[in-house]
């Protein structure tokens, strides 16, 4: 059935068959389903769902993201070359990031650290003993493109691949099918509903927290820590009524509850401080997250002159007009107001409640013996810490590799003596380039 043909039956109201097996369902209608825009679509006729007010189903309709035909009226037909996620980066460039959409973002976003894992392969391969430095150009991309092994890269391919933007949401079993999906990774605020009531997933330009923290949970276990969640031993103690302790994530790993960062319990989430490029990149590859950010710690807390000058030449000051506008689109970094009293205060994103931004103690903070001190050095109340720590893998046994959802021989298992939260260990970190080289005074965190 051509489009035309499609077309004239319906201006003649005539049932048209949306199922093409013994279970016909008919559609009857007068009324071509169309976007405001005018744009025949007729997946509307079916799909009700609506994923939020700028990507509404009759702003957008359904082909603009999810492909497919939009003229058909029989169900196999309209759902050839369909994505159910089109925020997938193979898929990206084609729904995302078509013309009129969101087309420099997904160029960062495939060049990025959360996509590529550059940073974590190449350290993994230098101290493997495989690289000679840690700045490598291997990818997730190029692993899975050229097959690319090694002891180390199996090993990332095993215990690390879980955890980047181009894995197929789904590909994996259990909690591990939530990861992934490139930009609906972060940009998903629910999950679709269960039974019959399938709901349409949210889409968000504030990223809730609970997204990264999918993430974000090993290694340094950020995400946890930020939160005052301290992994245990995985005893499953102290018991409650002779029961495991009912502090448990999502993968069966124990923790306790602990002091939180203080900007979390001033009710502040990732996306307040990490910016938009420091989390989807720029476009040019980077080695590692340093070469990635965009402010710091000073960024908020200094003196008001200074702060007030520095949101002025970045375009981040908005200027008091009696109240605290909440109304005002927030900027790409982050968004710095001057509200009642002439207060300097940071939005937050999510809660849209202005926080104080305090400036360092006088004669405290950047100042003689404490120049080279990283504000982390002092204020860091407690991180985890591994002991003795180390893999062992068994290349007689299968293991899932996360980058291709194949089980293939060579099986990790890691191990520790021990993990304890306690005061941050001090170092020293070399910064600057050549002839410009500092030393700055850091916590370490094993992982």
């Known amino acids: ?75 196999e037909t309209a759902h050839q070359g369909m994505v159910k996620n089109p925020g997938e980066l193979f898929v990206a460039p084609k729904t995302c990031g078509q013309t009129g959409c969101h087309v420099n973002e997904v160029n960062w976003v495939k ?12 350290t993994l391969r230098y101290y493997w003993g495989e690289a000679t430095d840690q700045n490598e150009n291997i990818t997730t991309w190029l692993i899975r493109q050229k097959g690319l092994d090694s002891p180390a890269i199996d090993y990332f391919r095993k215990m ?69 969640m301290y992994e245990t031993e995985g005893y499953g103690t102290p018991f409650i009524e002779a029961e495991l302790a009912p502090y448990q994530l999502e993968d069966g790993r124990f923790y306790l509850p602990m002091r939180p960062d203080v900007h979390h319990s001033k009710g502040l989430i990732c996306i ?46 908005h200027p008091y007009s009696g109240k605290a506008d909440t109304s005002k689109k927030p900027l790409s970094k982050i968004d710095i107001r001057e509200i009642e009293n002439g207060r300097i205060v940071l939005m937050g994103k999510a809660d849209k409640k202005p926080h104080p931004l305090r400036p360092p103690k006088p004669g405290q903070c950047n100042t003689g013996v404490h120049s080279r001190l990283s504000c982390q050095a ?52 070399q910064v600057g380039g050549p002839g410009k080289e500092s030393s700055k005074i850091v916590i370490l965190v094993p992982g």
């Open 1 to 75: 059935m051509g489009p035309l043909f499609l077309i004239i039956l319906l201006f003649m109201g005539i049932s048209l068959p949306i199922h093409g097996y013994a279970a016909t369902q008919y559609l009857t209608t007068t009324e071509i389903p169309k976007t405001f825009s005018g744009q025949v679509d007729m997946c509307l006729a079916c799909h009700f769902e609506e994923p939020d007010k700028a990507h509404g189903r009759r702003v957008l309709g359904c082909f603009e993201c999810h492909l497919g035909n939009p003229l058909s009226g029989i169900k």
């Open 111 to 122: 060049n990025s650290l959360m996509a590529t894992n550059r940073g974590i392969i190449s």
């Open 160 to 228: 690390c691949g879980s955890c980047h933007l181009g894995l197929e949401k789904g590909l994996l079993p259990d909690f591990l099918s939530q990861k992934g999906g490139g930009c609906t990774a972060c940009h998903n605020s629910s999950l679709e509903g269960v039974g019959k009531e399938k709901k349409h997933a949210q889409i968000t330009k504030f990223v809730p927290m609970k997204n990264c923290v999918k993430c974000h949970n090993r290694s340094g276990r950020i995400g946890l820590s930020y939160q005052g």
């Open 272 to 317: 307040d401080c990490h910016t938009q490029k420091e989390v989807m990149g720029d476009g040019h590859m980077k080695a590692h997250i340093e070469e990635q950010l965009e402010i710091e710690c000073t960024t908020c807390h200094q003196n008001r002159k200074a702060l007030v000058d520095l949101a002025k030449r970045d375009g981040l000051l």
């Open 378 to 429: 002092c204020h860091a109340t407690w991180v985890p810490q591994c002991y003795g720590c180390h893999v062992r893998a068994d290349k007689s046994e299968k293991q899932l590799d996360k980058l291709n959802g194949q089980m293939t021989f060579g099986n990790w298992t890691e191990f520790r003596s021990f993990i304890r939260y306690e005061r941050p260990v001090l170092g020293v970190r």
